[in-house]
């Protein structure tokens, strides 16, 4: 336990670099909150951190222990990660041509308990940037004399809750800057940060080695 206490800063600075970058889960955050209110989007917020939860929970099942027993099969899937993560940064540049970019909030919001928890949840169990950081991730920062599955569980919660406290000072922010964010230049600069942002972890998992 000891072991892990001690990798807690860096695994906590690098789950918050994931949570800055912009991406589809921001973007549906600051719609719901928008459209739908503070309350809407704290409910949503509830869904997007029980999915991290989810997804490190399938990774401590099966997915990193067999990727770290096979160097071949973690070759495979880090270098789908990178090619994946690298076509969504130059998606995400190509949506420039946009007046929002990829930031288009209007629509409606999904309000009730159900609806927006829903929609949290299913946004982040289909965004790559999560999947990715549970399966390539999350493993690298589990110390060598810890259990392997357990490790990836704790710190997906740990993922969760950072993640959650920077999208609950977000969600706070969002009525002072309403004004700011209706700008077309301010939501396709978050668009130019975003592919930024994507390729930069795009790297990083580049730069990853077998557990």
Same mark, same amino acid.
Do not use: C, H, N
């Given at each position: 336990m000891v072991s892990l206490l001690k990798v807690l800063p860096a695994? +906590? =600075?690098?789950?918050? #670099?994931?949570?800055?970058?912009?991406?589809?889960?921001?973007? %549906? +955050?600051? *719609?719901? &909150?928008? %459209?739908? !209110? @503070?309350?809407? &989007?704290?409910?949503? /917020? #509830? !869904?997007?951190?029980?999915? /991290?939860?989810v997804w490190g929970a399938a990774s401590a099942i099966g997915l990193s222990q067999i990727f770290a027993r096979s160097p071949l099969a973690y070759s +495979?899937?880090?270098?789908? $990660?990178?090619?994946?993560?690298?076509?969504?940064?130059?998606?995400? /540049?190509?949506?420039? *041509?946009?007046?929002? $970019?990829?930031?288009?909030?209007? !629509?409606?919001?999904? @309000?009730?308990? $159900?609806?927006?928890f829903r929609l949290g949840l299913i946004t982040n169990l289909t965004n790559v940037k999560a999947a990715v950081f549970a399966v390539a991730f999350i493993p690298q920062f589990v110390p060598s004399d810890f259990n392997l599955g357990w490790g990836i569980f704790a710190l997906s919660f740990v993922q969760a809750f950072t993640s959650g406290a920077w999208y609950l000072f977000m969600i706070s922010m969002i $009525? *002072? =800057?309403?004004? +700011?964010?209706?700008?077309p230049t301010m939501r396709r600069a978050l668009t130019a940060f975003s592919a930024i942002g994507i390729l930069f972890l795009a790297a990083m998992l580049l730069l990853t080695s077998p557990r």
């Open positions: 695994f +906590i =600075a690098t789950a918050f #670099l994931l949570a800055v970058v912009p991406g589809q889960t921001v973007a %549906m +955050i600051f *719609r719901q &909150a928008l %459209m739908g !209110g @503070t309350k809407t &989007a704290y409910t949503t /917020l #509830l !869904g997007t951190s029980s999915a /991290l939860v +495979i899937l880090k270098y789908a $990660g990178v090619a994946f993560l690298t076509f969504l940064a130059l998606q995400t /540049l190509w949506s420039l *041509r946009k007046e929002f $970019g990829k930031f288009d909030y209007e !629509g409606i919001a999904k @309000t009730g308990l $159900g609806p927006a $009525g *002072r =800057a309403t004004s +700011i964010l209706a700008k």
